[in-house]
């Protein structure tokens, strides 16, 4: 199975701020990695697919980029509504796998 | 707009099976770009993928649960099901049912992400 590796597991940050999560994957996965937000009580919302392409009603301040092995979500600017946790997921091949999660808290 | 329903009993003994149905309104299951799956999550803990099926029936699982899980689809209900055999206090999680998008006419077949997802639903597991 293909395991995907957060870092980091929690971060502290300023609304304001510029934030990168990595997820590094075990193996080759090309681009196929998708990003999801996730807040208190609710499902999963897909954020990013492809690594780098951005769900229709996402804002642009979240980015996407890597391949291969190595994967950023970059939020350019956080919002008050973006402290969430976030996960990444590699869909290039079965079985499916979540990263650990990013949990992205207020400092 | 396309919306997914879990349902099902919140409360399983242990070693006995779960049952959880998903409903997928505004759309078809059957669709050549849709898988749909079972996603958990345990109590303050990530995500867990559990497997996805196409509306033919072809199936894929997880491999920590396969001896465990099955996954059915039902076209002319609209609806897709999981059966999880034997629970523990380990399997107690929030389920969610999930639309995996990817192009699947074509081999081999393309994965996006799971884009439409329903509200999710708590099982415990207790005696």
């Known amino acids: 199975d293909i395991q995907l590796i957060q870092s980091p597991s929690f971060l502290s940050a300023s609304v304001g701020d510029r934030v990168t999560i990595t997820c590094r994957a075990s193996?080759?996965?090309?681009?196929?990695l998708a990003w999801y937000q996730q807040k208190p009580g609710k499902a999963p919302k897909l954020l990013i697919y492809?690594?780098?392409t951005l769900q229709s009603g996402v804002p642009s301040r979240f980015s996407g980029s890597g391949s291969g092995t190595q994967f950023t979500l970059t939020v350019s600017s956080l919002r008050p509504e973006d402290f969430a946790t976030y996960y990444c997921?590699?869909?290039?091949?079965?079985?499916?796998?979540f990263g650990g999660g990013t949990k992205v808290e207020i400092k | 707009q396309l919306q997914l329903q879990e349902s099902g009993p919140g409360l399983v003994k242990p070693s006995e099976t779960l049952s959880l149905t998903c409903s997928v309104s505004g759309g078809s299951i059957i669709s050549t770009s849709a898988y749909w799956g079972w996603i958990r999550q345990p109590p303050g803990k990530g995500l867990e993928w559990i497997g996805n099926?196409?509306?033919?029936?072809?199936?894929y699982y997880n491999s920590a649960l396969k001896t465990r899980v099955t996954i059915a689809v039902d076209t002319s209900k609209n609806q897709f099901s999981l059966r999880l055999r034997s629970v523990t206090a380990a399997d107690m999680a929030v389920y969610y049912c999930?639309?995996?998008?990817?192009?699947?006419?074509?081999?081999?077949?393309?994965?996006?992400?799971?884009?439409?997802w329903g509200q999710g639903t708590t099982v415990t597991v207790s005696s």
């Open positions: 492809d690594a780098v």
């Open positions: 193996q080759g996965i090309s681009s196929d």
């Open positions: 997921q590699q869909v290039n091949s079965y079985p499916l796998t």
């Open positions: 099926i196409y509306y033919s029936g072809n199936t």
């Open positions: 999930a639309r995996l998008s990817g192009i699947y006419d074509i081999s081999p077949g393309y994965n996006i992400g799971m884009d439409v």
